[in-house]
C-alpha cells in the first residue's frame, strides 16, 4: 500500500492556498492535476512517502488528511452505507481509539452531531462484524481521528495523519496571551517574497520584527534560513498507523538533519519588542526551536529602536490593533485592561507598569501611534520596504503612507490584508531642492 497513489487533502488558512500549492511542489513535485487547489486548501495525487514529508516539512498546511470516501450522500442513511464500504481495518485496528470530527459547508443535515455519529456507527459495526470487536471512541487524544467533511450534497471521509495540528511545532512553551500562528507567520513570510517556496529558498536580504511578541515570525524565518524542518521536535498520528515504518522515517528526519545549514557568522534575523518579557520568552522559544544563534532579540519601543543593521531590509511585523494601543517608553504604557487584542494576534505586552515606572505618561491612541511609527521609519528605515498584517481598512491613513500591494490573508476568523509600503527617507528640512 506504501507504493499506491493516495488522495491528499491539505487544509490551510483562507488566502493561503497558491502559497500551500507552491510548497508542495517543492517539497515532492507534485503537478498538473496531481495537485488542485481548492478554497481552503489543496489536494495531492501523493503516495506514503509524501504524507511523512509534508508532515515534517509543511510550514503552511495545518494537516495532512487522507481522502479515504467522497460520494453523494443526501441522508444519513446513506452516509452510514458509505462509512461502512471504507476499509477502515486497513489503517487501524480495534486496539486503536478513535473519534470522528466534522465540518460543513452548504449542507443539507440537519445535525452535524448525528452525522458524525452514524459514522462512527458505521466504523464501529464493520470492526465488529469482521474481527467481533471494535475499537473504543475517546475524544480526548484518540489514536485516529476521522473527518467527515460535508459539501452540498456530497460527503468525504478522510484521515487525519497529523494528529496535533501543524502549526504545533513543538517548540512554544512561552508565549503570551494570543500568539500567532507559525502557519500564518509562514504565510506571512511566503507572501512578501522573504520565503520562496517552491524552490524552497529565502532572500539574502534581512529581516526585522519590531513588535516579534514570542518571536514566532523570526523563529519561523531563521528555521527556514537554516533550513530546518518545522515537524522535527514532534510525533504524528501516522506514527501509529500499521502502514507506519520506523527505519524509513528515521531516514527521513536523518536527511532533513544533514541538510540543515550552519548559522551566520552574524545573525540576519532580527527582533524587538517593548516588553523584555516577552523577549525573554522569544529567546527560550528560539532556543528549543535551535535558531538562538541565527536571530538577535532586544527588547525595546518599536518607536524608537533604529534599524538593527546597516544593510536595508524587510520589516515583517503583526502590529498591535485594537481599541487601544499600548505601547511602553516613548509612546508610553498603559493598565492592561485599557485596550482590546484582536483575537489571534501576537501579544503585544504593556510591560511598563509591570516593571513599576512611575514615569509611564499614559495611552496613545491607535492613531497616534501608527503616525508616530510612520515618522519614525521615514527618518530611520529609509530604503527599507515595510509589510504589516492587519484587519484594520484605514491603516494606510493613520500611517499616512500609500501601500504598494495588498494580500488578503485570514488570522483565525479575522480577515485581514498584508501590506507592503516602500519606505522613502524623509528629507531633512534645510536640504536643497532639486537643481533648476
Given at each position: ?48 512517502r ?45 486496539r ?30 464493520r470492526?465488529?462484524?469482521?474481527s ?8 480526548q ?34 508565549k ?6 507559525e502557519t ?32 514566532t ?12 524542518p ?49 523577549v525573554?520568552f ?10 538562538a ?19 536595508p ?40 507598569l509591570?516593571?513599576?515606572d ?8 491607535a ?43 485570514f ?26
Open positions: 500500500m506504501s507504493d499506491e497513489a493516495l488522495t491528499l487533502f491539505l487544509p490551510c488558512a483562507a488566502g493561503v492556498q497558491d502559497f500551500l500549492a507552491d510548497e508542495v511542489h517543492g517539497l515532492t513535485g507534485l503537478a498538473g492535476q496531481d495537485l488542485l487547489i481548492e478554497r481552503g486548501g489543496i489536494y495531492a495525487r501523493g503516495r506514503w509524501d504524507v511523512m514529508r509534508l508532515n515534517l516539512h509543511s510550514r503552511l498546511a495545518q494537516r495532512v488528511l487522507l481522502e479515504l470516501a467522497h460520494a453523494p450522500c443526501e441522508s444519513e442513511d446513506a452516509l452510514y452505507a458509505l462509512a461502512r464500504r471504507v476499509p477502515w481495518e486497513d489503517w487501524f485496528g480495534t486503536h481509539t478513535f473519534r470522528v470530527d466534522v465540518t460543513a459547508r452548504g449542507s443539507a443535515f440537519k445535525s452535524l452531531q448525528f452525522a458524525a455519529l452514524r459514522v462512527k456507527d458505521a466504523v464501529a459495526d470492526f465488529r462484524e469482521r467481533g470487536a471494535r475499537p473504543s471512541v475517546q475524544t487524544q484518540p489514536d485516529v481521528r476521522i473527518h467527515l467533511h460535508l459539501d452540498g450534497a456530497h460527503a468525504s471521509l478522510l484521515l487525519d495523519t497529523s494528529g496535533e495540528p501543524l502549526f504545533k511545532r513543538g517548540w512554544r512553551q512561552d503570551g496571551d494570543a500568539p500567532l500562528k500564518l507567520a509562514a504565510a506571512m513570510l511566503a507572501a512578501s517574497g522573504w520565503w520562496q517556496p517552491a524552490r524552497r529558498a529565502v532572500a539574502a536580504q534581512p529581516l526585522y520584527d519590531p513588535c516579534c511578541g514570542s518571536g515570525i523570526v523563529i519561523e524565518a531563521a528555521q527556514l534560513a537554516l533550513g530546518l518545522p515537524g522535527g521536535q514532534r510525533r504524528f498520528a501516522f506514527e501509529r498507523l500499521p502502514l507506519f515504518k520506523r527505519d524509513e522515517w528515521q531516514a527521513m528526519k536523518d536527511e532533513a538533519e544533514a541538510a540543515a545549514r550552519p548559522a551566520p557568522a552574524a545573525p540576519r534575523i532580527f527582533g524587538s519588542d517593548v516588553s523584555h518579557r516577552m525573554d522569544a529567546q527560550r522559544n528560539a532556543e528549543r526551536a535551535g535558531v544563534q541565527a536571530v538577535q532579540l532586544r527588547g525595546g519601543d518599536a518607536l524608537q529602536r533604529q534599524p538593527p543593521c546597516a544593510e531590509g524587510l520589516i515583517l511585523m503583526n502590529p498591535p490593533y485594537g481599541e487601544r494601543i499600548a505601547v511602553a517608553g516613548k509612546a508610553g504604557a498603559g493598565k492592561e485592561t485599557g485596550w482590546k487584542t484582536g483575537q489571534g494576534r501576537e501579544t503585544f505586552q504593556t510591560a511598563t509591570r516593571r513599576g512611575e514615569n509611564s505618561p499614559g495611552q496613545e491612541s492613531h497616534d501611534f501608527f503616525e508616530q511609527l510612520s515618522q519614525h521609519w521615514k527618518t530611520h528605515f529609509g530604503g527599507w520596504t515595510a509589510w504589516l498584517l492587519t484587519p484594520d481598512t484605514r491603516l494606510s491613513a493613520r500611517l499616512r503612507l500609500k501601500e504598494s500591494r495588498r494580500v488578503p490573508l488570522n483565525g476568523p479575522i480577515e485581514c490584508r498584508l501590506l507592503r509600503f516602500e519606505l522613502t527617507a524623509r528629507r531633512p528640512a534645510n536640504a536643497p531642492g532639486p537643481a533648476a
